[in-house]
């Protein structure tokens, strides 16, 4: 503590006291209103600083309730706004020594109290200010290069950072100035930028779009990267006035001050170049519902943007000013033209809102970054790597802005077999144990509705999910309603967890073996043939060779693999190089569309391959394979690419069909095929029943 702050009075003996010190302190107030305010100080016996502290929050109801009386009784006009800033000092007071000090108090003043010395942590509002008429002006001076940009998807941009900097954390900083000490941002350009853009463009000229726009998906997709770069072009437009609040989680948390002053000070900046009328005493509804009038009166458009609103605890959303995101429309007057209402939120099982479709639009926003944008990225980041690497961090990522920036973090950047195998174990690892949980608080009813939503999921077909029956963080509904993962390591990781719920999972496979017919059903096939050898650790088959000419299936290998064989999903062409090929596996390739096999399985001790196709098709001679075809050129088959990461030839690849008939053609001669009905009935008891 100072020496200065230690001669500070503790307590007050007199109004000329009190009086003395403020005109010592310069205070900006009047002698008159001065001497209220040491008369409710006095009347309440509230002069020293012990009499606030602690001041629990239970406290200040009660104290906001008596100064109003008191005033009012005093005949003193004295705002909310004021009334909230009075209770803000004396909770400052009660906290720290001297802390009351450190204020200027102008209480006849339209906006109440104002701040000269201000503490370190107050100072971000006059800071604020300052910038965002810097930030106004660097907009301005480069809305040609801005909007040129605008037209190149997957370019890199600049934007200038127009609010606090500690707001923008997110988002690749850098310094375009550094006397001025002015920050700017480098986001990639995205496609679902531009066509956010486009429909709020759109929005402002046809009537059957609503002007308030609720924008959700899954956390990791770039909503907030789309926002950023909105607010700033709407600045390019003179008439546009923009209230951006980049993120929710800190305006709840009071890290950037008091939740009401600070969204005010946003609302002023965004004015700062209008006369807006004095604020008088009207309470802060009052103020808001005249700002939609005095945009009318001046020919202004407002958009108020709020980013990640789920941010707010639900313990918050009911309370004032929390409440006001998604109250605006409601207010007086806020249903006209010249307001919008921007919203965002990352979805998730605790957070839910219910919003009228006659004043707000749902605009889905889940599209991973397009192979333009990836390209972008990768060049940005500095990741050099071959084709078949770059591929592999496609499927691993499924090239969600999120994912990827978690492999640069895991990997430190540098792209490489060992990179992407820790990146996969890491992120399957999180997925896994965060469905787990999710699973696990489910009752026995919600985990039959999870098992189907997560089997619509599979299947890619419209599924109406109840609501909680699946985990918002992991899987989100598309346009036709179709439950789709966030990425492949998310969607390998939901089967794994929800797997070990067996009633339910069992109910959900037999449900779709009844219902569907055709490809559905063959991928419901596959996967449950496929999960059951992941969960029972089992893998038990009698193999028929397929003699076309002669017209038989004579059972010629009966393949059991040893207890202790590996399990492996892989991304890419080929699995990792690093695996035991001396003992038993098990390898299934992630991509959907894997050249005409659904798995490997690998005999370890006799060094044989068997490729696996599940199939329902009737007959199964419908069912082509390419898997021994080379490619165009003289490019080598799959059959040939595999014996050469296996180190055997093409005579120990033994391709076999697992499915319901065995109408074969002179194509599969010497292939092996396993019907459906002679499954082992422990391992695989669903199929053995449904095909016999």
Known sequence: MSSKEEVEPKEFTSEGAFLGWAKNKKIKAKDEDLRYFWAYLADSQMTSRGDFSPFPPSMETA????????????????????????????????????????????????????????????????????KQTEYSSWIERNQKRAALERKQIGSYMKLPCFSEVSEHE????????????????SLIFRETTEQLLTYIENSLTLPHLTQNLYIQ????????????????????????????????????????????????????????????????????IQFLCSLPGFCASKGLKLFVIFDQHNGIPANKRDTFPYTLPLLFPHLEHWKESSVSVILSASANNE??????????????????????EFLAWVANNKISSDQYELSELKDLTGMVPFELNEFRRISTGKLSSNALSEFRKERYRAFKDSESVFLGGL????????????????????????PGSFNQKHIFLDREGIPCPISPLASLAIRHAWGKFDSEYEFAVASALNTFSG??????????????????????????????????????????????????RFSGLLPPTTLNYGVDQVLVPLASN????????????????????????????????????????GAPSPADIWATHLGISRTDIHFTWIGNNSAVSESMDQHYLVTLDTLDTNIWPLLADHFH
């Open 217 to 284: 998906g899954p956390q990791g997709f770039g909503k907030s990267h789309s926002l950023f770069p909105l607010a700033c072009w709407l600045l390019e437009t003179p008439r546009y006035r923009v209230v951006y609040i980049p993120t929710c989680v800190a305006w709840c948390s009071f890290e950037i001050g008091p939740a009401w002053q600070y969204l005010e000070d946003k609302i002023l900046v965004a004015f700062q170049n209008d006369k807006l009328p004095p604020r008088g005493t009207e309470t802060p």
């Open 63 to 130: 104290f906001l309730t008596e100064a109003k009386e008191f005033f009012r009784g005093k005949g003193w006009n004295v705002s909310e706004l004021q009334f909230q800033r009075i209770l803000q000092c004396v909770k400052t007071w009660a906290q720290a020594p001297s802390a009351l000090y450190n204020w200027t108090w102008d209480i006849s003043s339209p906006v109440g109290l104002e701040q000269s010395k201000v503490p370190e942590s107050e100072r971000v509002f006059e800071e604020r200010k300052r």
């Open 519 to 568: 490809s559905v059903k063959g991928v419901v096939t596959e996967r449950y043939f496929i999960d059951m050898i992941e969960q029972k650790k089992r893998c038990k088959i009698g193999l028929h060779r397929i003699q076309y000419e002669a017209s038989t299936l004579d059972l010629a290998v009966d393949l059991t693999l040893q207890e202790d064989f590996n399990f492996e």
């Open 170 to 185: 997110r988002f690749n900083k850098q310094i375009s100035s550094k006397n001025e000490r002015i920050f700017e941002y």
């Open 351 to 372: 957070y839910e809102v219910r919003l009228s479709s006659d004043i707000w639009t749902k605009y889905p926003y889940y599209s991973p970054f397009s192979e333009t």
């Open 443 to 466: 009752q026995p009813e919600q985990r039959k509705a999870a098992a189907q939503t997560v089997m619509a999921m599979l299947l890619s077909i419209p599924f109406e999910a109840a």
């Open 594 to 633: 894997y050249a005409s096999v659904d798995l490997f399985l690998w005999d370890g001790a006799n060094k044989k391959l068997y490729p696996i196709q599940v199939t329902v098709q009737n007959p199964i001679s419908g069912h082509k394979n390419t898997f021994f075809d080379g490619g165009v050129l």
